[in-house]
């Protein structure tokens, strides 16, 4: 049972895309270091000089702007994905990592923003 378990444990990992890496913006994170390092946590970002702020709650939920959002996981590669009920405005970004900052880039290699993590709730 144990073989078992490992040999469908290998095959996973197998078809598991290979994490992303940039120069400039760090190593792409996985599931379970956004998990460890950013959920329950807040990304912040400064957009046109207007503080920006999204709260990633246990639960699911994305806190933070005028539109109620959803976010989940992308296990088999590692994505974050965010739904707010409408295909033009969700969607699933790789979350690149280097130092406390966190960079969404597109998986077509559009970069959407950099962010900090902020303990806790930052949304104000």
């Known amino acids: ?22 120069t400039d913006y760090g190593r792409q994170m996985t599931v379970a270091e956004i998990r460890r390092d950013v959920v329950g946590n807040s990304l912040v970002w400064n957009e046109s000089g207007t503080r920006r702020a999204r709260y990633v709650a246990p639960d699911g939920s994305f806190v933070g702007g005028r539109a109620a ?3 989940h996981f992308r296990d088999y590669d590692n994505l974050f994905c965010v739904d707010s009920g409408d295909p033009a ?6 979350f690149l990592r280097q130092g ?20 806790g709730n ?3």
Do not use: H
């Open 100 to 119: 406390n900052t966190i960079t969404w880039r597109r998986k077509d290699g559009l970069i959407e923003v950099s962010a900090t993590i902020a303990p």
């Open 89 to 94: 405005t969700s969607g699933c970004v790789q």
């Open 1 to 22: 049972m144990f073989a078992l378990m490992l040999a469908a444990a290998a095959a996973q990992a197998a078809d598991a895309e290979p994490l992303y890496e940039d």
């Open 69 to 71: 959002l959803r976010w």
């Open 122 to 124: 930052a949304v104000r």
